[in-house]
């Protein structure tokens, strides 16, 4: 199973940008769907943004379109999530995955491998 290590977490105010970054410990996670999900306190985990094997199919949820953006370096075996415009509703732990198969997917039952996850707290 392959690793996953997130970093770039920390805490800004709102309308600043983080950059959040997972490194993947085998070569191998380059040939399936990577995606964001996050965790707040007290709430489930859910689908931020996706991105396909190659880079070429990306997905969002509503509240993140236009403000974040995933992209992938298959290369350097990492999954980059750009946010911009942050809004203390984003506050969560944020958590990298990969999914088993290499098309577009949302459900969390498709992610087998996790990481740790990095704290992104914006206030207002």
């Known amino acids: 199973q392959v690793q996953l290590v997130e970093s770039g977490g920390g805490s800004v105010q709102a309308g600043g940008s983080l950059r959040l970054s997972c490194a993947a410990s085998?070569?191998?996670?380059?040939?399936?769907?990577k995606g964001w999900f996050r965790q707040a306190p007290g709430k489930e985990r859910e689908f931020v943004a996706v991105?396909?094997?190659?880079?070429?199919?990306?997905y969002y949820t509503d509240s993140v379109k236009g403000r974040f953006t995933i992209t992938r370096d298959n290369a350097k075996n990492t999954v980059d999530l750009q946010m911009n415009s942050l809004k203390p509703e984003d506050t969560a732990v944020y958590l990298c995955?990969?999914?088993?198969?290499?098309?577009?997917?949302?459900?969390?039952?498709?992610?087998?491998?996790w990481g740790q996850g990095t704290q992104v707290t914006v206030s207002s």
């Open positions: 995955a990969q999914a088993s198969l290499a098309g577009i997917t949302t459900n969390i039952r498709d992610f087998g491998s």
């Open positions: 085998r070569r191998t996670g380059g040939l399936y769907t």
């Open positions: 991105i396909s094997w190659n880079g070429g199919n990306t």
